[in-house]
């Protein structure tokens, strides 16, 4: 008994992690509640079922493991996944799609193409280059979710006839500067764009330009200059900029720029008094309405 466990787990170690592929995954059905557990060659769902849940170790997946006619939920999390081959979602029907919490660390071109899906997580993995064209065909992507690897930028080449994401999530990857353009490539709907707790320097004027956004989150960043064009040539809802470097605010709050943003976070800044106090009177003269710390315009007024 403990030999042949010694063998099987040997046989393993030589040749690579799953000695006959098989994949163990959990299914739930379409009531939500009943599960099933298998393990197979390939993950076969017909209908009636709404989520899959990858549920041991799988380090590539391959071409033909999935044979889905109708699936909302495939989850491949946490399983070590470091490899998938060109193809394998081809012909796949399927909703949602997280990979989240695995080791990919690139993403070729060919992985997502002409895939009809609507929301794809590929948060947690080691993701520092991604081919151009990766994200091409996707027509029914609205939720791209790339947070937490380590990307350094988002390039408008990862883009190709993928017009309608609406929910972009880069947060916690290594970017340091917005160039010009560099969201172009999402939906002319009402946008959310979270940039947190990267190292972003630098935005570029037209980093935003003729966007309608409900909600730019760039908290936790490196941000010193803020451009008046993000006050200006944009539509933005909601605008965070806590925990930057910044000190002093562009001139959004005369009549003549007619900010357009409604309302700024900007907590956990080195802002100096007189941008302090530029803020408080934005609203007043129904300009984006200001959230600062109470201590600090406490301390201002104090002087
Ligand atoms: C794929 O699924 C269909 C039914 O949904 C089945 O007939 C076919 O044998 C499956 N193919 C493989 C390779 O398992
Ligand atoms: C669908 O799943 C439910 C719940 O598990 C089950 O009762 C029902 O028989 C299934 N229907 C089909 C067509 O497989
Ligand atoms: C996927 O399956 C659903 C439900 O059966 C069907 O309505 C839809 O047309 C299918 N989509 C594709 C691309 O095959
Ligand atoms: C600002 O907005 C007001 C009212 O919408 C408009 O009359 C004015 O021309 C605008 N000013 C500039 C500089 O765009």
Do not use: W
Request: proline share 3%; hydrophobic share 40%; net charge negative.
């Amino acid at each position: 008994m403990f030999t042949s466990v010694v063998l099987v787990v040997l046989y393993s170690l030589v040749n690579g992690h799953n000695s006959n592929n098989l994949i163990t995954y959990e299914l739930t059905f379409s009531d939500l509640y009943s599960t099933e557990k298998l393990s197979g060659n390939v993950i076969n769902v017909d209908n009636n079922i709404s989520a899959v849940s990858v549920l041991e170790n799988l380090p590539e997946l391959r071409k033909g493991m999935l044979n889905i006619t109708y699936l909302i939920y495939l989850c491949i999390e946490n399983v070590n996944l470091q490899y998938m081959e060109e193809g394998v979602f081809d012909n796949q029907n399927i909703s949602l799609i997280s990979l989240a919490s695995n080791k990919l660390a690139k993403i070729q071109s060919r992985i997502f193409d002409n895939l009809p899906i609507i929301f794809l997580s590929l948060s947690g993995n080691e993701i520092n280059f991604i081919e151009n064209g990766a994200f091409r065909n996707m027509l029914s992507l609205r939720e791209l979710i790339l947070s937490q690897n380590k990307l350094t930028q988002i390039s408008l080449g990862y883009f190709d006839n993928t017009p309608h994401i609406l929910f972009f999530d880069v947060s916690f990857n290594e970017m340091t500067k917005i160039e010009d353009g560099s969201f172009s490539f999402l939906s002319d709907g009402d946008l959310t764009i979270l940039i947190n707790d990267n190292a972003v320097e630098e935005i570029h004027p037209r980093g935003f330009e003729n966007l309608k956004i409900i909600q730019l989150s760039l908290s936790n960043n490196l941000v010193r200059d803020v451009p008046v064009e993000l006050f200006t040539k944009n539509k933005i809802g909601m605008l965070v900029l806590s925990s930057n470097q910044i000190e002093e605010f562009p001139d959004i709050f005369s009549e003549e720029t007619n900010s357009t943003v409604k309302r700024v976070a900007i907590y956990d800044n080195p802002l100096n008094c007189e941008t302090v106090e530029k803020l408080i009177d934005s609203e007043r003269k129904s300009g984006p309405s200001c959230f600062l710390e109470h201590d600090r315009v406490a301390r201002c007024r104090q002087n």
